[in-house]
């Protein structure tokens, strides 16, 4: 079994557990998030987190949809070819 589990949420953020000091999370600059006592986090995908990378569950207040979600929900609301 992996050390390291990753749950997509459906419009929600994307779930990180790993025992601690097994996963390493660094920014754009190479520099380290101290994940110290923190076995499972959840990073930010709506973009809109006080937080980043972090979720601080502000996609629920927002309304946030996954693009597997915004892109079905386009789909159904575009009429067929030849329609």
Do not use: W
Not at 11 to 22: D, F, I, L, S
Not at 49 to 68: I, L, R, W, Y
């Amino acid at each position: 079994m992996a050390q390291v589990k990753i749950t997509c949420r459906k419009n929600g953020p994307y779930r990180v557990e790993a025992p601690e000091g097994t996963i390493e999370l660094v920014d754009a600059d190479g520099n380290a998030y101290d994940l110290t006592g923190k076995p499972a986090f959840s990073l930010c995908r709506c973009g809109a987190s006080v937080n980043k990378p972090f979720c601080d569950g502000t996609h629920s207040k927002m309304g946030f949809q996954a693009a597997e979600a915004a892109v079905k929900k386009a789909e159904e609301g575009t009429p067929s070819p030849g329609a």
